[in-house]
């Protein structure tokens, strides 16, 4: 037991906030230093995008255990040790002297981020009861959507100023702070009965997985044709189908795809996937435009696209407080998707002499609409997972996200790429923005294509989450929610 006890609502969601901020914010944040990386290590400019894929595969890699482990170990001590595993791997990336120990340092690093965000979602997720899951959902929506957008503002800084050695070492003192007042206030969290280490699953998961994001992340890079990636995209996509064949047979599996059977379970996941392939893509595409449409140095770059964070800290509170009690998550996620294809389709109409500060407002909105796709998304989806199975869940969930977040990368960066964002004009290469367009309008077709997704939510399903503030008795009745799905 800690020292001083502390509300464990409270210590979880220090620690899981802490830990999540740097785990996302790490991939941006190394993005902005990889071209001086590549200078001081005197490689070729291509040749440092190995330092983004290890981390990528060796997230992938390591997701699928997360869940066992924390269930078999106690989620405390798993949750340290992650952590512990990404701050020390943070310092050796800083004082890597080649590119080869800095690759193998990332993959260590992407080792601790795996198992970080499945345990520590599952246990905030334990210490909330349903009726509180959405205050839960506006906790984790600050990382994971303030942090990509933090990470080109704080990188540029770093990389003009010091050196690219402090976008490792800037984890040092968060991650030594989450340490310490996690061993202060955490509660032991009792192991869990998990079955036998999966074997198959780990290897034919974390093998398929790793494959499979390394063919995404360098299929725009070198070419979708090559055989590389063709061969990493097949092979992937191979063992993948032969984990399903595995754990469907296995009594406790590691990947528990019978989760999947649950309705709401598996149209919040199919929303969280294209969500995230629609956001986290256009936070790749946007700073490109800034950058090399606009000419706008990384800082620049970076503050002109932190307005979308301002957005989702307030849209995080406005759906928490006022939107989600009210309508529950079908319609209101539907809205937040909505909303956030608009944004997108609103960018398709600019050019390079569009004034930044109306680029500024739809980064705003865009992150206002999200806010109010994730806050309900998590809220309603751990709604019917017993507290059981909610680290295999949160396994899965974030299997989607970091899959569908790579996803939209990849498939922004092709369009990109293929239509050309540069064209031949009188021995120049001005900026042609039909390419940016064009990504703009494929962003925006997958919000649009998760509405199929969002409309097939059954807010009685999520019934226990959806409390009015004020109302005696809690949450609306299954049969009064009923009432309100059949009027929309």
């Given at each position: 037991?800690?020292?001083?006890?502390?509300?464990?609502?409270?210590?979880?969601?220090?620690?899981?906030?802490?830990?999540?901020?740097?785990?996302?914010?790490?991939?941006?944040?190394?993005?902005?230093?990889?071209?001086?990386?590549?200078?001081?290590?005197?490689?070729?400019?291509?040749?440092?995008?190995?330092?983004?894929?290890?981390?990528?595969?060796?997230?992938?890699?390591?997701?699928?255990?997360?869940?066992?482990l924390?269930?078999?170990?106690?989620g405390k001590?798993?949750?340290?040790?992650?952590?512990?595993?990404?701050?020390?791997?943070?310092?050796?990336?800083?004082?890597?002297?080649?590119?080869?120990?800095?690759?193998?340092?990332?993959?260590l690093?992407?080792?601790?981020?795996?198992?970080?965000?499945?345990?520590g979602?599952?246990?905030?997720?334990?210490v909330?009861?349903?009726?509180?899951?959405?205050?839960?959902?506006?906790?984790?929506?600050?990382?994971?959507?303030?942090?990509?957008?933090?990470?080109?503002?704080?990188?540029g800084?770093?990389?003009?100023?010091?050196?690219?050695?402090?976008?490792?070492?800037v984890?040092?003192?968060?991650?030594?702070?989450?340490?310490?007042f996690?061993?202060?206030?955490?509660?032991?969290t009792?192991?869990?009965?998990a079955?036998?280490?999966?074997?198959?699953?780990?290897?034919?998961?974390?093998a398929?997985?790793?494959?499979?994001?390394y063919?995404?992340?360098?299929?725009?890079?070198?070419?979708?044709?090559?055989?590389?990636?063709?061969?990493?995209?097949?092979?992937?996509?191979v063992?993948?189908?032969?984990?399903?064949?595995?754990?469907?047979?296995?009594?406790?599996?590691?990947?528990?795809?019978?989760?999947f059977?649950?309705?709401?379970?598996?149209?919040?996941n199919?929303?969280?996937?294209?969500?995230?392939?629609?956001?986290?893509?256009?936070?790749?595409?946007?700073?490109?435009?800034?950058?090399?449409?606009?000419?706008?140095?990384?800082?620049?770059?970076?503050?002109?696209?932190f307005?979308?964070?301002?957005?989702?800290?307030?849209?995080?509170?406005?759906?928490?407080?006022?939107?989600?009690?009210r309508?529950?998550?079908?319609?209101?996620?539907?809205?937040?998707?909505?909303?956030?294809?608009?944004?997108?389709?609103l960018?398709?109409?600019?050019?390079?002499?569009?004034?930044?500060?109306?680029?500024?407002?739809?980064?705003f909105?865009?992150?206002?609409?999200?806010?109010?796709?994730?806050?309900?998304?998590q809220?309603?989806?751990?709604?019917m997972?017993?507290?059981?199975?909610?680290?295999?869940?949160?396994?899965?969930?974030?299997?989607?996200?970091?899959?569908?977040?790579?996803?939209?990368?990849?498939?922004?960066?092709?369009?990109?790429?293929?239509?050309?964002?540069?064209?031949?004009?009188?021995?120049?290469?001005?900026?042609?923005?039909?390419?940016y367009?064009?990504?703009?309008?494929?962003?925006?077709?997958?919000?649009?294509?998760?509405?199929?997704?969002?409309?097939s939510?059954?807010?009685?399903?999520?019934?226990?989450?959806?409390?009015?503030?004020?109302?005696?008795?809690?949450?609306?009745?299954?049969?009064?929610?009923?009432?309100?799905?059949?009027?929309?």
């Open positions: 037991m800690p020292a001083v006890r502390l509300n464990q609502k409270i210590a979880v969601g220090i620690v899981f906030v802490s830990a999540m901020f740097m785990n996302i914010m790490d991939i941006t944040i190394v993005n902005v230093a990889l071209p001086t990386i590549g200078r001081d290590f005197h490689i070729a400019p291509t040749a440092v995008d190995g330092i983004v894929i290890a981390y990528l595969v060796s997230l992938a890699v390591f997701i699928p255990s997360s869940g066992w924390g269930d078999r170990f106690g001590r798993v949750l340290m040790i992650s952590i512990g595993v990404f701050t020390a791997a943070s310092m050796l990336c800083g004082l890597a002297q080649n590119m080869t120990e800095l690759v193998a340092f990332r993959v690093q992407g080792a601790g981020g795996g198992m970080m965000a499945p345990v979602m599952a246990m905030l997720f334990r909330f009861p349903p009726s509180e899951r959405v205050r839960a959902a506006g906790i984790l929506t600050i990382p994971t959507t303030m942090a990509p957008a933090l990470g080109p503002v704080l990188g800084f770093l990389v003009t100023d010091l050196s690219w050695r402090w976008v490792f070492f984890n040092l003192p968060l991650g030594i702070a989450a340490i310490t996690g061993v202060l206030f955490l509660d032991r009792d192991p869990i009965d079955g036998f280490f999966d074997i198959p699953g780990f290897f034919l998961g974390g398929g997985l790793g494959l499979l994001m063919g995404v992340s360098v299929g725009p890079l070198k070419s979708w044709s090559s055989p590389w990636v063709v061969t990493a995209c097949v092979g992937g996509a063992l993948l189908v032969a984990l399903v064949a595995v754990e469907l047979r296995v009594a406790q599996p590691m990947v528990d795809l019978r989760l059977s649950g309705r709401l379970f598996r149209s919040t199919a929303v969280m996937f294209l969500g995230a392939a629609a956001f986290l893509g256009m936070l790749y595409l946007v700073p490109l435009y800034f950058q090399d449409a606009r000419g706008l140095s990384a800082l620049q770059s970076g503050l002109s696209t307005p979308e964070a301002l957005g989702v800290m307030g849209g995080a509170q406005l759906a928490s407080r006022v939107i989600y009690p309508v529950g998550p079908r319609r209101h996620v539907t809205a937040g998707l909505v909303g956030l294809a608009v944004c997108m389709l960018l398709t109409q600019i050019s390079v002499t569009t004034s930044l500060w109306w680029i500024r407002i739809l980064m909105f865009l992150g206002l609409a999200m806010a109010q796709v994730m806050v309900p998304n809220a309603a989806s751990f709604a997972i017993s507290p059981t199975s909610m680290g295999r869940a949160t396994t899965l969930f974030n299997t989607m996200r970091q899959v569908g977040s790579a996803t939209g990368v990849a498939i922004l960066s092709t369009v990109l790429i293929g239509v050309g964002s540069r064209h031949a004009a009188g021995g120049a290469n001005p900026p042609d923005m039909r390419a367009h064009l990504a703009f309008l494929t962003a925006a077709l997958f919000a649009l294509v998760a509405v199929g997704f969002s409309l939510v059954h807010d009685a399903d999520a019934a226990e989450t959806i409390v009015r503030r004020g109302r005696l008795g809690g949450a609306p009745a299954p049969d009064e929610l009923a009432t309100q799905e059949s009027m929309v």
